[in-house]
């Protein structure tokens, strides 16, 4: 346990030291702790892009999955990586090359300028709807890292209060230090801890089980679902599960990744690097599932395996590993967290910093850089102090199997449901009005919860299905039926003109 705990702490100890390192070098404007300057690197722009987006959803909560539902557990991530390849190379690079003409930093501000909204209608519905779903984001992964921390360490049998607030100490400390470039840089570490975590550990687990035919005998004959057989979900299951990849269009913590690229032509090479990354640490998930269901099979540890499926990646971890690989397998975990969860606050502290306090309450009035970035810390501690509200509220309820895996999906699919269904047609259609976008961020979020809250909707197919459907038809047909505000036609296309070469048409 030790030495668990010492290879843990040297993981925390180099991510506070990336986060004081980018305070003290990269971090000196608004610009700087929101978007790296648009300085980024094709590799970490991939990287960044791609371990934000995933989160203690993949490690946790598709390892639990798969642990359920078998092989079947594979079309929960086709979607995301298929979605995300088109991502990086159409929308990312549209959406950067606009951004940066119109000077945007955040996407409240990319709406506001593309539809020249003086009333700050878009910008102001747009921040409501970050908060309210970022903070069920983050409450998800503090839930893990309490998770984590109590089955890695042994503290209790069930995840305490205690270790959610341990959690959400060290996660807020490096990404109030260093901003958009700490996170970036300290997300393309976690994601080699990620990446190691779920190729070693499933490697292993598999040969300590006896090969690929053990693991294959044991879970042929399973209970439940037929473990090895892909279609057992059913189509509707499928297309549920499919239409995850949804979200990947709305969810800004992962846009701004595009938007912070150095050139826009490097995203081809991030889609690349980005994919390959995605199919690994997918593959991992499902196999740390897939051992752990065999192991209960064959009589191995069944009770523990079965009372928790998300405390998997852990368990398996500490039972077949060396004390100190195994606190490497923890920081893996909590990379996954952190590398989403500092994302998240980042963007949740501009909607409320600098998109309602700036743009909004004090309009044209100059404000100091430094008070913004420090007024930005300060909301990202309350983020904080909500979150962990919610995430200590569902320690109160005995059933918590599967918590994060669907409270994370809620959150993503509020977002996609909202902002993918208005981003497309923003960027690809010039004919896109105003009314148009915020007639697909309100349906797309009531939808979304509506859909949810209704258990006979909700058996039926994954909210964020018939919520991005719904709001991006209405987008097409309210945008039809209003007209754009006069002059958009013509600063469009000044737009366009001054990025020409390269660009094909701009909306």
């Given at each position: 346990?030790?030495?668990?705990?010492?290879?843990?702490?040297?993981?925390?100890?180099?991510?506070?030291?990336?986060?004081?390192?980018?305070?003290?070098?990269?971090?000196?404007?608004?610009?700087?702790?929101?978007?790296?300057?648009?300085?980024?690197?094709?590799?970490?722009?991939?990287?960044?892009?791609?371990?934000?987006?995933?989160?203690?959803?993949?490690?946790?909560?598709?390892?639990?999955?798969?642990?359920?539902?078998?092989?079947?557990?594979?079309?929960?991530?086709?979607?995301?990586?298929?979605?995300?390849?088109?991502?990086?190379?159409?929308?990312?690079?549209?959406?950067?090359?606009?951004?940066?003409?119109?000077?945007?930093?955040?996407?409240?501000?990319?709406?506001?300028?593309?539809?020249?909204?003086?009333?700050?209608?878009?910008?102001?519905?747009?921040?409501?709807?970050?908060?309210?779903?970022?903070?069920?984001?983050?409450?998800?992964?503090?839930?893990?890292?309490?998770?984590?921390?109590?089955?890695?360490?042994?503290?209790?049998?069930?995840?305490?209060?205690?270790?959610?607030?341990?959690?959400?100490?060290?996660?807020?400390?490096?990404?109030?230090?260093?901003?958009?470039?700490?996170?970036?840089l300290t997300d393309v570490l976690q994601g080699l801890f990620m990446l190691f975590g779920l190729v070693v550990l499933p490697i292993i687990s598999v040969i300590d089980l006896g090969g690929l035919g053990v693991l294959y005998e044991a879970i042929k004959h399973a209970q439940g679902f037929p473990m090895v057989d892909p279609l057992a979900l059913g189509l509707g299951g499928i297309v549920g599960y499919l239409g995850v990849g949804l979200g990947s269009p709305g969810n800004p913590h992962i846009l701004v990744r595009y938007m912070s690229i150095k050139r826009p032509e490097l995203l081809?090479?991030?889609?690349?690097?980005?994919?390959?990354?995605?199919?690994?640490?997918?593959?991992?998930?499902?196999?740390?599932?897939?051992?752990?269901?065999?192991?209960?099979?064959?009589?191995?540890?069944?009770?523990?395996?079965?009372?928790?499926?998300?405390?998997?990646?852990?368990?398996?971890?500490?039972?077949?590993?060396?004390?100190?690989?195994?606190?490497?397998?923890?920081?893996?975990?909590?990379?996954?967290?952190?590398?989403?969860?500092?994302?998240?606050?980042?963007?949740?502290?501009?909607?409320?910093?600098?998109?309602?306090?700036?743009?909004?309450?004090?309009?044209?009035?100059?404000?100091?850089?430094?008070?913004?970035?420090?007024?930005?810390?300060?909301?990202?501690?309350?983020?904080?102090?909500?979150?962990?509200?919610?995430?200590?509220?569902?320690?109160?309820?005995?059933?918590?199997?599967?918590?994060?895996?669907?409270?994370?999906?809620?959150?993503?699919?509020?977002?996609?449901?909202?902002?993918?269904?208005?981003?497309?047609?923003?960027?690809?259609?010039?004919?896109?009005?105003?009314?148009?976008?915020?007639?697909?961020?309100?349906?797309?979020?009531?939808?979304?919860?509506?859909?949810?809250?209704?258990?006979?909707?909700?058996?039926?197919?994954?909210?964020?299905?018939?919520?991005?459907?719904?709001?991006?038809?209405?987008?097409?047909?309210?945008?039809?039926?209003?007209?754009?505000?006069?002059?958009?036609?013509?600063?469009?296309?000044?737009?366009?003109?001054?990025?020409?070469?390269?660009?094909?048409?701009?909306?």
């Amino acid at each position: 346990m030790t030495l668990a705990i010492t290879a843990f702490c040297l993981y925390l100890v180099l991510m506070i030291g990336v986060g004081v390192f980018c305070a003290r070098f990269y971090t000196k404007t608004m610009g700087d702790f929101y978007l790296g300057g648009r300085q980024m690197n094709d590799w970490v722009v991939a990287l960044s892009a791609v371990v934000s987006g995933r989160s203690s959803w993949l490690i946790l909560g598709v390892s639990g999955i798969a642990f359920a539902k078998g092989i079947s557990a594979v079309w929960a991530v086709v979607g995301y990586i298929t979605v995300e390849l088109f991502m990086f190379i159409f929308v990312g690079k549209r959406l950067r090359r606009y951004t940066h003409m119109v000077g945007a930093i955040t996407l409240p501000d990319f709406y506001e300028a593309r539809f020249r909204d003086r009333l700050h209608v878009l910008r102001l519905t747009s921040v409501i709807i970050i908060v309210v779903f970022m903070v069920f984001y983050i409450s998800a992964q503090l839930t893990a890292g309490g998770k984590t921390f109590c089955q890695s360490f042994a503290i209790g049998d069930e995840y305490s209060l205690h270790s959610v607030l341990l959690t959400a100490g060290i996660v807020v400390l490096y990404t109030l230090l260093g901003g958009f470039v700490a996170v970036s840089l300290t997300d393309v570490l976690q994601g080699l801890f990620m990446l190691f975590g779920l190729v070693v550990l499933p490697i292993i687990s598999v040969i300590d089980l006896g090969g690929l035919g053990v693991l294959y005998e044991a879970i042929k004959h399973a209970q439940g679902f037929p473990m090895v057989d892909p279609l057992a979900l059913g189509l509707g299951g499928i297309v549920g599960y499919l239409g995850v990849g949804l979200g990947s269009p709305g969810n800004p913590h992962i846009l701004v990744r595009y938007m912070s690229i150095k050139r826009p032509e490097l995203l081809r090479k991030s889609a690349l690097v980005g994919t390959v990354w995605n199919v690994l640490m997918a593959w991992g998930a499902v196999f740390v599932g897939l051992v752990a269901r065999a192991q209960v099979e064959m009589g191995v540890r069944p009770g523990e395996m079965a009372s928790d499926p998300e405390r998997i990646f852990p368990s398996l971890a500490a039972q077949h590993l060396h004390p100190f690989v195994t606190g490497l397998m923890i920081a893996a975990v909590f990379a996954a967290i952190m590398s989403t969860v500092d994302s998240q606050l980042l963007v949740a502290s501009s909607a409320i910093s600098r998109d309602l306090y700036q743009r909004i309450i004090k309009g044209r009035a100059e404000v100091a850089e430094k008070r913004m970035i420090l007024l930005s810390r300060v909301v990202i501690l309350v983020m904080v102090v909500v979150a962990t509200v919610i995430a200590a509220v569902a320690i109160e309820y005995p059933e918590t199997k599967h918590i994060v895996f669907w409270l994370v999906l809620f959150a993503w699919g509020g977002l996609g449901a909202s902002f993918g269904s208005t981003l497309l047609p923003a960027l690809f259609w010039k004919g896109t009005t105003s009314w148009g976008v915020f007639a697909g961020l309100i349906s797309g979020t009531v939808i979304t919860i509506v859909w949810k809250s209704t258990p006979q909707l909700a058996a039926i197919v994954y909210e964020l299905i018939p919520a991005f459907g719904i709001s991006f038809v209405l987008v097409i047909v309210v945008s039809l039926m209003t007209k754009r505000p006069e002059g958009a036609e013509e600063e469009l296309s000044r737009i366009a003109a001054r990025y020409r070469t390269g660009v094909g048409r701009m909306p």
